[in-house]
């Protein structure tokens, strides 16, 4: 699939939001257990992968052309 810069920048920027929000206490005890309402592994890997694309396409960023026939 492919992504415009912005759009990566813009999902990359919700991960992070995503991993501060868990980081600071969206998680509870109960007894010995610990529950959070979200999965830290998966918001990383979502992090790296973001952060992948954005580098990607700041190196090779794609251009739209538009071809405009002539009669």
């Known amino acids: 699939m ?9 999902h990359l ?3 992070l939001k995503a991993e501060l929000a868990v980081s600071t206490g ?3 005890r109960i007894g010995s257990r ?4 979200a ?3 998966e918001i990383r890997k979502q992090i790296l992968f ?3 694309e954005v580098k990607k396409l700041e190196k090779n ?11």
């Open 2 to 10: 492919s992504w415009t810069i912005d759009t990566a920048k813009t």
């Open 13 to 15: 920027e919700s991960w």
């Open 26 to 28: 969206q998680s509870y």
């Open 34 to 37: 610990e529950l959070r309402r």
């Open 39 to 41: 999965d830290l592994n």
């Open 50 to 52: 973001w952060s992948r």
């Open 61 to 71: 960023p794609r251009r739209v052309r538009r071809i405009v026939p002539i009669d």
